[in-house]
């Protein structure tokens, strides 16, 4: 997992993905709207990393922590999305699972698999139909602080100014498990200060523009 998220914030860093990321693609099967009228969310996947000293990249706890609170405040303030349950996962085994299968998710998103090659993960199919519900709600929320607004590319040592104090890297991805398949599949990418509210404020508006049309 480590890898794999490093690997992301790298190419946050030297500018990658940024195609994909501002697809914000909207609905990406025959469903509609409309057809969505009760919608089970997923504990939000977050990961974030810190800066530190302008050369490591370093996983921290308590910037994921506030990170993934202030998403959630905004997501839940929104009320565009019809949520009527939230999802709690007290297996960690089970718990991790799902994470694992959110993170995944985001990074075929990312490289630009098909969405039509992309199925609902197993084990959060499981959950949905062992509770008889046809929509889930998937979020991922990541990205990295740097305080000091520097960070020295691996290798070469060469600075790299990263403005705003970091970046956020957000996904909202809906899921049918009727059919299979992805629903909804939104993205955003922000320059912006992870420890801020407005920045999810911002992404959240983002991420359901397409919904609300």
């Not at 480590?2 to 790298?10: C, D, N, P, W």
């Not at 997923?42 to 609170?69: L, M, P, Q, W």
């Not at 709600?137 to 790299?160: A, E, M, R, T």
Request: glycine share 6%; hydrophobic share 40%.
């Amino acid at each position: 997992m480590k890898k794999s998220f490093l690997f992301i914030i790298a190419s946050i860093l030297l500018g990658g993905f940024s195609a994909s990321c501002s697809a914000n693609r909207g609905f990406v099967s025959n469903v509609t709207r409309e057809d969505i009228q009760q919608l089970a969310q997923f504990e939000i996947y977050a990961h974030f990393g810190r800066v530190e000293n302008g050369i490591s990249i370093i996983d921290n706890d308590s910037v994921t922590s506030i990170a993934k609170s202030l998403f959630e405040t905004e997501l839940a303030q929104d009320k565009t999305l019809p949520v009527t349950e939230s999802i709690a996962i007290s297996d960690n085994l089970v718990r991790n699972k799902v994470q694992d299968e959110i993170r995944w998710l985001r990074i075929y998103i990312d490289n630009n698999v098909p969405v039509k090659d992309i199925t609902i993960p197993p084990t959060i199919d499981s959950i949905l139909c062992s509770r008889n519900v046809r929509f889930g709600l998937l979020v991922h929320n990541g990205g990295f602080y740097c305080p000091d607004g520097i960070y020295k590319s691996p290798g070469s040592g060469i600075p790299i100014p990263v403005a705003h104090e970091g970046s956020t890297r957000s996904a909202i991805i809906i899921v049918d498990s009727r059919f299979k398949n992805l629903v909804y599949v939104a993205t955003s990418n922000l320059k912006s200060n992870p420890l801020e509210a407005e920045t999810y404020r911002k992404q959240v508006n983002n991420l359901l523009k397409k919904y609300k049309k």
